[in-house]
């Protein structure tokens, strides 16, 4: 159906694969995870191929995503956290590539789906407690004990505070999908309205201006939002990865 | 423009001297430039966010907490046979998350522990 707001979020197998009982198909989903790591590396290699001293346009847009990264990962974990920049950078380019193609009309939006956002949230946690763990050993569950809290009510402070923390990986991959799937169906609603109103006749196309006017901007608004999500997303993970650098504040 | 390239010829030697001494200095410059990076106060500046996103991170915060707890306590009930207390509990303690959660990432909650939003100090 035309209208269906929840028909863009739908996984199609483009080519099925079946490997001993399990379900390994290509989908609308994994092609545009391949478009999305294609356009990543399209940009950032065919950028800065030229590698002037005076950057090109397109050069000083890589040199500039480089640089933006590179500084909110210092800010929140010093030069020492340098050493995630890598993940970093690869995750906030994965989400930004990703959100930027959903913003093509009848294009699939990878992060709409939480299974998505979900195992780079998993992931990012992950690499917090291993590394932590690893640099720290036990000194990495000081982050579960704050300071100054009485003996009597502390074991029910590390509880919460350990279900605090492990909420983070959920909290994480909730806010980008839940971004990117609600503000991809309230732009279809309004489109929706657009052809519906328009169909009555005169007077519906005079009430579809609004709805129309409505979808321009939302459009607009979708755009920030794609580039908002994936830097809270780079500047969460950084965050984390504060904590497993320096467990104890 | 003139560093852009090392011409080569008979200067060869002379200009691989230079350009490590140069080198040098920008390695130094460099290091300067990472302690004072690394002391900068201005970590407190929270970047300006539109409402809409702000809200929509506290509710995420705060859900997080509470689906976090109901899930753990179902779980728990589920493999101990405890049931309905694990749930109970651990509802309410998944609460008391979510709301340090949103309160940390509202900026509400600075000297403590780092909490999903706290800028380290």
Redesign the interface.
Same mark, same amino acid.
């Given at each position: 159906m035309a209208y269906d707001p929840i028909h863009q979020f739908q996984i199609q197998k483009l080519i099925p694969i079946e490997v001993g009982g399990v379900d390994f198909s290509f989908t609308n989903a994994s092609l545009f995870m391949v478009l999305t790591v294609a356009g990543a590396s399209a940009f950032l290699i065919l950028s800065t191929r030229g590698r002037g +001293?005076v950057p090109s346009r397109w050069q000083s847009a890589a040199e500039l995503t480089y640089e933006f990264i590179a500084q909110t990962l =210092?800010?929140?974990?010093? *030069?020492d956290g340098m050493r995630f920049f890598p993940f970093v950078f690869s995750l906030f380019m994965f989400i930004l590539v990703a959100n930027l193609w959903g913003m093509f009309p009848y294009f699939f939006t990878v992060t709409s789906h939480i299974v998505i956002t979900g195992a780079m949230a998993v992931m990012v946690i992950l690499m917090v407690v291993g590394f932590g763990l690893w640099r720290h050993k036990f000194g990495f569950f000081q982050?579960?004990?704050?300071?100054g809290v009485p003996v009597v009510i502390l074991p029910?402070i590390v509880?919460?505070?350990i279900? *605090?923390f492990? *909420?983070?990986p +959920? *909290?994480l991959s909730? =806010?980008l999908f839940?971004?990117m799937l609600a503000g991809h169906i309230t732009l279809k609603v309004f489109a929706g309205f657009v052809t519906a109103l328009a169909s009555l006749g005169a007077i519906g196309v005079l009430g579809a201006i609004l709805p129309l006017f409505a979808t321009v901007a939302l459009t607009a608004l979708e755009f920030?939002?794609a580039a908002?999500?994936a830097y809270?997303f780079a500047?969460?993970t950084s965050?984390?990865l504060?904590?497993a650098l320096?467990p104890s504040? | 423009m003139d560093d852009r390239n090392a011409k080569p010829g008979p200067s060869v030697d002379r200009d691989d001297r230079e350009l490590a001494e140069r080198l040098h200095a920008l390695e130094r410059e460099l290091d300067k430039g990472r302690a004072a990076r690394d002391t900068e106060a201005s970590r407190d500046a929270a970047p300006a966010r539109p409402g809409m996103a702000l809200g929509f991170r506290l509710a995420a915060d705060f859900v997080a907490g509470v689906v976090l707890g109901a899930a753990l306590g179902w779980g728990l009930d589920r493999l101990l046979g405890t049931s309905p207390w694990g749930l109970v509990v651990f509802l309410l303690l998944g609460f008391a998350a979510g709301i340090l959660n949103a309160m940390r990432s509202a900026g509400l909650l600075k000297p403590g522990p780092p909490g999903p939003d706290d800028r380290p100090g």
């Amino acid at each position: 159906m035309a209208y269906d707001p929840i028909h863009q979020f739908q996984i199609q197998k483009l080519i099925p694969i079946e490997v001993g009982g399990v379900d390994f198909s290509f989908t609308n989903a994994s092609l545009f995870m391949v478009l999305t790591v294609a356009g990543a590396s399209a940009f950032l290699i065919l950028s800065t191929r030229g590698r002037g +001293l005076v950057p090109s346009r397109w050069q000083s847009a890589a040199e500039l995503t480089y640089e933006f990264i590179a500084q909110t990962l =210092r800010e929140s974990t010093g *030069s020492d956290g340098m050493r995630f920049f890598p993940f970093v950078f690869s995750l906030f380019m994965f989400i930004l590539v990703a959100n930027l193609w959903g913003m093509f009309p009848y294009f699939f939006t990878v992060t709409s789906h939480i299974v998505i956002t979900g195992a780079m949230a998993v992931m990012v946690i992950l690499m917090v407690v291993g590394f932590g763990l690893w640099r720290h050993k036990f000194g990495f569950f000081q982050l579960f004990v704050p300071r100054g809290v009485p003996v009597v009510i502390l074991p029910f402070i590390v509880v919460i505070e350990i279900l *605090s923390f492990l *909420s983070r990986p +959920l *909290s994480l991959s909730i =806010r980008l999908f839940a971004n990117m799937l609600a503000g991809h169906i309230t732009l279809k609603v309004f489109a929706g309205f657009v052809t519906a109103l328009a169909s009555l006749g005169a007077i519906g196309v005079l009430g579809a201006i609004l709805p129309l006017f409505a979808t321009v901007a939302l459009t607009a608004l979708e755009f920030l939002v794609a580039a908002l999500q994936a830097y809270v997303f780079a500047i969460l993970t950084s965050l984390y990865l504060n904590d497993a650098l320096h467990p104890s504040h | 423009m003139d560093d852009r390239n090392a011409k080569p010829g008979p200067s060869v030697d002379r200009d691989d001297r230079e350009l490590a001494e140069r080198l040098h200095a920008l390695e130094r410059e460099l290091d300067k430039g990472r302690a004072a990076r690394d002391t900068e106060a201005s970590r407190d500046a929270a970047p300006a966010r539109p409402g809409m996103a702000l809200g929509f991170r506290l509710a995420a915060d705060f859900v997080a907490g509470v689906v976090l707890g109901a899930a753990l306590g179902w779980g728990l009930d589920r493999l101990l046979g405890t049931s309905p207390w694990g749930l109970v509990v651990f509802l309410l303690l998944g609460f008391a998350a979510g709301i340090l959660n949103a309160m940390r990432s509202a900026g509400l909650l600075k000297p403590g522990p780092p909490g999903p939003d706290d800028r380290p100090g």
